[in-house]
């Protein structure tokens, strides 16, 4: 592959690992994050009171601060792989790592007996529910929105030729905003989404399309190499 723009839109420090991987793949990344992660303020409750933690995202153990600590030899669900390997970095040690999917997490600790459960979570989280956990959700971080695309970015993608990286539905609804406030032309963008609802949220009229089979950055990118063929 000749060394293609790929533009990669979400927040560091997961950027800078998609830009590695990507770079290594023969690709050109241009990193323009169009979200900023911002940690809240949050009480951390006891953790006797629950059974274990639950998280669905890797910004959420990044975020929690020093109160994350109190938690450390509770059983923790990660949602992915990139979510276990924060909490285990963060000095978890019981952790069971889902396969991108929330509410099947939650199904998975019910079947393992939880009933009650901590979720740390970001402002902007979907809802996921289960009727034999009780939940205490509280938010930790907030994703800030950027006005723009970087400078880098969107003449890349004026050029024509490039393709977007969108690993969320937010993402995808943000990038087709900020595209067409630019002026940008749909029609000779490609698109590689981390999922077919990420797809779908960016819109139509793009040049050409791919959901990944999975939801981690090797299908990601391994879709972006499909639209190039």
């Known amino acids: 592959m000749s060394r293609r723009p790929l533009v990669i839109l979400r927040p560091e420090p997961g950027a800078g690992i998609t830009a590695r991987s990507a770079l290594d793949q023969g690709w050109r990344p241009i990193v323009s994050p169009i979200f900023h992660i911002e940690p809240l303020a949050w009480e951390a409750p006891p953790a006797a009171d629950y059974d274990a933690l ?6 959420a153990v990044r975020q929690a601060g020093k109160a994350l600590a109190r938690y ?17 970095s963060a000095g978890f040690a019981q952790i069971r790592t889902g396969r991108g999917d929330a509410a099947a997490m939650m199904q998975t600790a019910a079947a393992e007996g939880i009933s009650s459960a901590l979720h740390l979570a970001g402002e902007d989280h979907r809802d996921s529910e289960h009727p034999d956990i009780r939940l205490d959700r509280r938010l930790v971080y ?3 929105a ?12 004026r050029a024509g030729g490039a393709v977007v990286l969108l690993h969320s539905g937010r993402a995808a609804e943000r990038f087709a905003q900020l595209a067409d406030e630019a002026g940008l032309d749909r029609s000779t963008i490609g698109i590689a989404a981390l ?8 819109g139509q009229g793009w040049a050409v399309c791919a959901a990944a089979d999975k939801p981690d950055d090797a ?8 639209l190039c063929q």
Do not use: C, I
Request: proline share 4%.
């Open 54 to 59: 639950f998280v669905t995202s890797a910004n």
């Open 72 to 88: 450390r030899d509770m059983p923790a669900y990660a949602v992915g792989a990139a979510t276990a390997r924060a909490l285990k």
């Open 142 to 144: 907030r994703s800030a």
């Open 146 to 157: 950027a006005g723009r695309l970087s400078e880098k970015a969107e003449a890349a993608l």
């Open 195 to 202: 999922a077919p609802a990420v797809l779908e949220a960016t």
């Open 219 to 226: 299908a990601l990118l391994a879709a972006a190499a499909r």
